[in-house]
């Protein structure tokens, strides 16, 4: 009898710990909710130029990031961090972060796909690429 107790007091911990596991989850996804809910993003679709679902889809994943908003979102001609000009790639960023906010529902984003090609010749050949490269690109 003492094992039956033993064991189902083992079995109520487990379900303890997964359920607290749970909330903790459930938790995390609430504030990010909220925090994409403070920038008050649009969803738009990005064009594709052809093989560009890669891009596209770190582009979008980034746009919903508040760290990106801050960095690009604010238009300057200066970097921010390093008072330095802008570069393509910067520009590039800030005017698509500010045409997915303005657009309907499809936007082009020719230009930060032509500065990061410029960089990075190896996004260029309009065959499929790895997003996961790209994303180590940009950051």
């Known amino acids: ?18 359920t607290s ?4 989850k459930e938790e995390k996804h609430k504030d990010e ?8 993003l649009k969803v738009v679709g ?9 891009f596209n889809s770190v582009l979008q994943n980034l746009a919903t990031l508040e760290a990106v908003h801050e960095k690009y979102g604010n238009v300057s001609t200066d970097d921010t961090t390093t008072g330095e ?25 020719r230009p930060v796909f ?10 260029k050949s309009m065959q499929q690429q790895d997003s996961h490269e790209l994303l180590r690109y940009l950051l």
């Open 46 to 54: 990005l064009e594709n130029l052809g093989n560009t679902c890669f």
């Open 1 to 18: 009898m003492a094992k039956g107790k033993a064991k189902k007091a083992k079995l109520q911990e487990k379900k303890a710990r997964e």
């Open 114 to 123: 032509n500065a990061v090609c410029k960089r990075a010749p190896q996004f």
């Open 21 to 24: 596991k749970v909330k903790a």
């Open 85 to 109: 000009p802008d570069g393509p790639l910067h520009s590039g960023m800030r005017v698509l972060l500010s045409g997915m906010q303005s657009a309907g529902k499809v936007y082009n984003p």
């Open 33 to 40: 909710e909220s925090n994409a809910e403070s920038l008050d």
